[in-house]
């Protein structure tokens, strides 16, 4: 049930579903949408809706299409649009010292086409006031980059990029925690301890056994001791490799004038 008058759409309105008398159609809008406002909207001119659920039941046994037509209208008009053409963001909000720092990255043309090929300038500060730079390229087959030995801190980043000349950013922040993992537990795990020692051919003590671990400490026989020595040598330092050099080059020019090379 509509009711008669005349309709006038706002501009940018889209009609999704236009009025009908029996089997003529009009050019009145039934339902029209608006999405490229700053408040996204939808009018639907008419009342009992429900009945089209009813009908659809009883054709079909069903209310998948009047349930989606609701369920898709109420997140298009609902949904906050990401409007911005380069995104860059980390994959976690937290990682661990140690771990590479994954930033994921899109880039978009002016009609929200998919972009690669372009590079991407990354600059990372910490709280320090620290700045690392970076850039890379993100592929069809890479949209992704990885930074690693990031100590820890919280980091704010921004990423840009120029497309059409005209350059375009993002930027945001993450943490990198220090996990120490002895902290996690601080009682003695004795049943890792006696798989330990069996694995590396050892022996297990227990405080009550003091005595016997030193006896068996003083009595074994010490293993021998090996040492070893490392010393970085030059090669410019090695004279005799340079008179070498010299006499066999001396040499080749004695052979190529004495033959007529030159």
Same mark, same amino acid.
């Given at each position: 049930?509509?009711?008669?008058?005349?309709?006038?759409?706002?501009?940018?309105?889209?009609?999704?579903?236009?009025?009908?008398?029996?089997?003529?159609?009009?050019?009145?809008?039934?339902?029209?949408?608006?999405?490229?406002?700053?408040?996204?909207?939808?009018?639907?001119?008419?009342?009992?809706?429900?009945?089209?659920?009813?009908?659809?039941?009883?054709?079909?046994?069903?209310?998948?299409?009047?349930?989606?037509?609701?369920?898709?209208?109420?997140?298009?008009?609902?949904?906050?649009?990401?409007?911005?053409?380069?995104?860059?963001?980390?994959?976690?909000?937290?990682?661990?010292?140690?771990?590479?720092?994954?930033?994921?990255?899109?880039?978009?043309?002016?009609?929200?086409?998919?972009?690669?090929?372009?590079?991407?300038?990354?600059?990372?500060?910490?709280?320090?006031?620290?700045?690392?730079?970076?850039?890379?390229?993100?592929?069809?087959?890479?949209?992704?980059?990885?930074?690693?030995?990031?100590? /820890?801190?919280?980091?704010?980043?921004?990423?840009?990029?120029? =497309?059409?000349?005209? %350059?375009? $950013?993002?930027? *945001? @922040? +993450?943490?990198?925690?220090?996990?120490?993992? /002895?902290?996690?537990?601080?009682?003695?795990?004795?049943?890792? =301890?006696?798989?330990? %020692?069996? $694995?590396?051919? *050892? @022996? +297990?003590?227990?405080?009550?056994?003091?005595? /016997?671990?030193?006896?068996?400490?003083?009595?074994?026989?010490?293993?021998?001791?090996?040492?070893?020595?490392?010393?970085?040598?030059?090669?410019?330092?090695?004279?005799?490799?340079?008179?070498?050099?010299?006499?066999?080059?001396?040499?080749?020019?004695?052979?190529?004038?004495?033959?007529?090379?030159?």
């Amino acid at each position: 049930m509509t009711p008669y008058g005349d309709y006038r759409l706002q501009p940018g309105s889209e009609v999704v579903l236009w009025q009908q008398v029996g089997s003529i159609r009009t050019a009145k809008p039934l339902l029209a949408l608006n999405v490229t406002s700053p408040r996204k909207t939808a009018v639907l001119a008419g009342e009992g809706l429900w009945g089209w659920r009813l009908e659809e039941y009883a054709l079909t046994d069903k209310q998948e299409v009047v349930d989606e037509l609701i369920q898709k209208v109420i997140q298009l008009i609902s949904v906050k649009e990401d409007r911005r053409k380069l995104r860059v963001y980390p994959i976690r909000n937290e990682f661990v010292a140690g771990e590479k720092v994954i930033f994921e990255t899109e880039l978009y043309n002016d009609i929200y086409e998919r972009l690669y090929d372009k590079p991407v300038r990354l600059e990372i500060s910490d709280e320090k006031g620290v700045t690392r730079s970076f850039n890379y390229t993100p592929t069809a087959a890479n949209s992704r980059f990885e930074i690693s030995r990031l100590p /820890e801190g919280a980091y704010r980043f921004k990423a840009s990029v120029t =497309l059409n000349d005209k %350059a375009e $950013q993002s930027s *945001g @922040q +993450f943490v990198v925690r220090d996990l120490q993992l /002895e902290a996690l537990n601080t009682t003695a795990d004795h049943g890792m =301890l006696r798989q330990l %020692a069996q $694995q590396t051919g *050892g @022996q +297990f003590f227990t405080a009550s056994q003091t005595d /016997e671990l030193v006896r068996k400490l003083t009595t074994q026989s010490h293993p021998a001791r090996l040492t070893s020595t490392e010393e970085m040598n030059e090669l410019i330092n090695w004279r005799w490799l340079f008179f070498v050099v010299l006499t066999l080059a001396a040499i080749e020019w004695g052979l190529r004038k004495f033959y007529g090379g030159y």
